[in-house]
């Protein structure tokens, strides 16, 4: 699995307060992503990363942000959640060179704004 | 821009019997393409992929996948299926590699197709 751990599993919120996802893994890769997955959209990507400090913006990248301080935290943040936010969120993460990439998913947040 | 195509959000099949799960994908280059499957509660876990290698790509549990260029298809099938394959499935394509140049982890991904096996 990569090392990955995703926190916290479930959240519930309020709309317009703050939140955010943590994504760790142990193992020192370079390249992690979030997605998140909705019935009928299969999963969509929010932002990415391809190292500390450098992060690009997924094809859903709107009402999210993404810090990367250090290799092993990749953080999502909702700076004000909305009910359309309301989904479940995966962190993965790249292992492996060009001939043998693999992507490593978490075990996903389930998050609901009320 | 890339997009996929799942035919069939839910697919039934009896235990034994062939599985086949419909993806299409349009992409202006020469696509990498996936199949993923996700069990209730879990992460998406990878079953195979397509580099450009062999248009036959064979994968874990017993599933395999083949490109083909002229149909713009990469159908997955299984020959017979197990009580166990129940879950869903995703194809997902990836022709774009991220600003740091050697991941494509960007994926898109189709809806999604639900497998269920009946005994």
């Known amino acids: 699995d990569a090392g990955i751990t995703q926190s916290p599993r479930h959240k519930v919120t309020e709309t317009g307060t703050p939140v955010t996802l943590r994504c760790h893994q142990t193992?020192?890769?370079?390249?992690m992503y979030w997605y998140r997955q909705d019935p009928g959209h299969g999963l969509r990507l929010i932002h990415y990363?391809?190292?500390?400090?450098?992060?690009d913006k997924g094809e859903v990248s709107d009402g999210y942000s993404v810090s990367r301080s250090k290799t092993e935290d990749f953080l999502l943040t909702l700076e004000s959640a909305t009910s359309s936010q309301t989904s479940v969120y995966f962190c993965?993460?790249?292992?492996?060179?060009?001939?043998?990439?693999?992507?490593?998913f978490g075990s996903g947040t389930q998050l609901s704004v009320l | 821009a890339q997009s996929v195509t799942q035919l069939g959000s839910h697919v039934s099949v009896s235990e034994g019997a062939l599985v086949l799960l419909r993806c299409n994908y349009s992409?202006?280059?020469?696509?990498?393409l996936f199949w993923y499957v996700q069990y209730p509660n879990q992460g998406l876990q990878l079953l195979l992929k397509?580099?450009?290698?062999?248009?036959l790509v064979k994968g874990i549990n017993g599933f395999e996948a083949e490109f083909k260029k002229s149909e713009t298809s990469f159908h997955l099938t299984k020959p017979s299926a197990h009580m166990s394959d129940a879950a869903e499935y995703f194809c997902?394509?990836?022709?774009?590699?991220?600003?740091?140049?050697?991941?494509?982890?960007?994926?898109?991904f189709g809806q999604g197709t639900i497998l269920t096996v009946h005994p």
């Open positions: 993965a993460i790249s292992v492996g060179d060009a001939t043998n990439e693999k992507l490593f």
């Open positions: 193992e020192n890769h370079r390249y």
């Open positions: 990363s391809y190292g500390v400090k450098d992060t």
């Open positions: 992409s202006s280059v020469p696509p990498y």
């Open positions: 397509y580099t450009s290698a062999a248009t």
């Open positions: 997902a394509v990836s022709d774009d590699p991220d600003a740091g140049g050697t991941s494509y982890g960007k994926l898109t």
